[in-house]
Each structure stands twice: as structure tokens, then as C-alpha cells.
Nanobody, 128 residues
Framework: QVQLTESGGGSVQAGGSLRLSCVAS???????MGWFRQPPGKEREGVAV????????SYADSVKGRFTISRDNAKDTLYLQMDSLNPEDTAMYYC??????????????????????WGQGTQVTVSS
């Protein structure tokens, strides 16, 4: 069983930065872990996904060059560094995990239903 706990959300002005953290309990060494977000009134969308052990990653076009997914295996923690934030990044951000039974690829970002493990979410609000 995998449990995920996010933290690090908050309110920032446009152009600012935040770093989200997701602490994972359970054996996630061979898991894909990702960040998803759900803006108000919209569907959940993939932001970034990474193979937890190897670090290979994929990003949504909307965040490429601004967001960076990384992990600290020693701390069992996944991060999302978010720079150059804009109001369109306002959303509830979720950490998610799934076993790496399928090939890695950007298609994982479009398939949140395939992730069985989710955190409770952390709110990010960006003001103009």
C-alpha cells in the first residue's frame, strides 16, 4: 500500500515560485509518480510524471521550461519546483503513483484514472 502526502502549496503573485513536496510511504522504487492539478470548475490534468527511481520524466506543454519534477530517494519525497507562475496555474495540485507495469511516456499525463494512489492535494493560488 502506498500513501502520499503533499505539502508546499500557497498563494503567490504572478512570476513567483513555489515548491511542492510529496512524501511517499511504501515501496515506490519501481513506480511512476506524477503531479496532476485540477483548476476550479475544470477536469484534472497531468502536469509532470517521473519514474521514481530512474528519474526519467515528461511534462505537459503548458509547464515545460517552468516546472521541474524531481525526487529525493533518501527522503522518499517527490518535488515539483514551479517557477514563473501565472494565474492559469491556480489549481489544487495532487501527487499520484502507479506501478511501472506499462512503458513510460507522456500518455500517462492524460490518464489520471490509471493512477491508483493519490494524495489529499495542496492548493496553489497565483494572483495577477
Amino acid at each position: 500500500q502506498v500513501q502520499l502526502t503533499e505539502s508546499g502549496g500557497g498563494s503567490v503573485q504572478a512570476g513567483g515560485s513555489l515548491r511542492l513536496s510529496c512524501v511517499a510511504s511504501g515501496d515506490t522504487d519501481n513506480y511512476y509518480m506524477g503531479w496532476f492539478r485540477q483548476p476550479p470548475g475544470k477536469e484534472r490534468e497531468g502536469v509532470a510524471v517521473s519514474h521514481y527511481y530512474s528519474g526519467i520524466s515528461s511534462y505537459a506543454d503548458s509547464v515545460k521550461g517552468r516546472f521541474t519534477i524531481s525526487r529525493d530517494n533518501a527522503k522518499d519525497t517527490l518535488y515539483l519546483q514551479m517557477d514563473s507562475l501565472n494565474p492559469e496555474d491556480t489549481a489544487m495540485y495532487y501527487c499520484a503513483a502507479q506501478s511501472s507495469s506499462r512503458p513510460f511516456g507522456g500518455y500517462l499525463l492524460k490518464d489520471p484514472g490509471s493512477f491508483p494512489y493519490w494524495g489529499q492535494g495542496t492548493q496553489v493560488t497565483v494572483s495577477s
